[in-house]
């Protein structure tokens, strides 16, 4: 593993597929022209609608994001992670997907979303992921790169689930990639401190791209892309607007502080 920058991008999308990947692609240039080389993309990158919209088109989304994802990566010549779209699972539902790309256009790893959003919340939106999103059966995959370290893959509401990620930490790895598109209404109160609790108890990175602002009706999603160290130390935060958060990844950083804080040495139960 050598010392890189990663880049958290945040998006606003809307029930608009080709402006949503044009809106990608620019996010995804800025983040090169400043240096990236591991650029993460928020879930919903592709397509935030309505579960009808989507389930209608959920074919074409499918389609197009992943070629997208091949394309951008084979011409920046990057890693890069489409943090999750629909993919038809042929029984009229689809798998939240998020999928693992190299700089040759090559799937490196891929996550269907075990951990679905079904809330009511008090600000009047209801989410029913699971009327539409058929649950993984498969815990997330650690990818192993020698460039950019041992790279864990979840979606989203997962990170309120730490047995998730231990499982991660138990299997190696180093950077914690989180795609999101986290309410407003939570994410003021819920977002950073779950993913530095993350990031903390299993003395990792943490990569987290997000969605930001109004997209449909009165969906609205709290923004606040950010990249934190193995300490917990937020290290680059999008604010509120769509942009791209951008921060070193060093390994001497994750040995510093797996020494001073060897806690995933001292676990008692371990599965």
């Not at 992943?66 to 010549?77: P, S, V």
């Not at 498969?138 to 998730?164: A, H, I, K, T, W």
């Not at 923004?223 to 390994?251: E, F, Q, R, S, T």
Request: hydrophobic share 40%; net charge negative; proline share 6%.
């Amino acid at each position: 593993m050598k010392s890189y920058l990663a880049a958290a991008v945040q998006m606003t999308s809307l029930p608009d597929l080709s402006k949503n990947l044009a809106q990608a692609e620019d996010w995804i240039e800025l983040a090169v022209r400043q240096g990236a080389e591991l650029v993460c993309l928020p879930e919903n990158f592709s397509f935030l609608g309505s579960e009808d919209a989507k389930m209608l088109q959920a074919e074409t989304i499918a389609q197009r994001s992943e070629k997208f994802l091949k394309t951008m990566a084979q011409r920046h010549q990057i890693t890069l992670l489409g943090g999750g779209f629909p993919v038809p699972t042929g029984h009229g539902q689809v798998y939240n997907t998020a999928l693992l790309v190299g700089p040759s256009g090559e799937e490196l790893a891929r996550y269907e979303k075990v951990h679905l959003f079904d809330v009511n919340l008090p600000d009047g939106n209801t989410y029913q992921e699971s009327k539409t999103v058929l649950a993984g059966t498969q815990l997330p995959p650690v990818y192993p790169s020698d460039e950019f370290g041992n790279l864990g893959l979840s979606v989203c509401y997962d990170v309120r689930f730490p047995e998730l990620y231990r499982h991660l930490a138990h299997k190696g790895a180093e950077v914690l990639i989180v795609p999101a598109a986290f309410t407003a209404y939570t994410g003021k109160d819920h977002w950073q401190v779950l993913l530095q609790a993350r990031a903390i108890e299993n003395t990792c990175y943490v990569i987290a791209p997000a969605q930001t602002g109004k997209h449909f009706g009165i969906r609205q999603s709290h923004g606040h892309a950010m990249i934190i160290d193995p300490w917990g130390i937020v290290l680059a935060n999008a604010g509120d607007k769509p942009g791209v958060a951008i921060a070193a990844i060093a390994p001497t950083r994750i040995e510093q502080v797996r020494r001073q804080m060897p806690s995933l040495q001292h676990r008692v139960f371990v599965s």
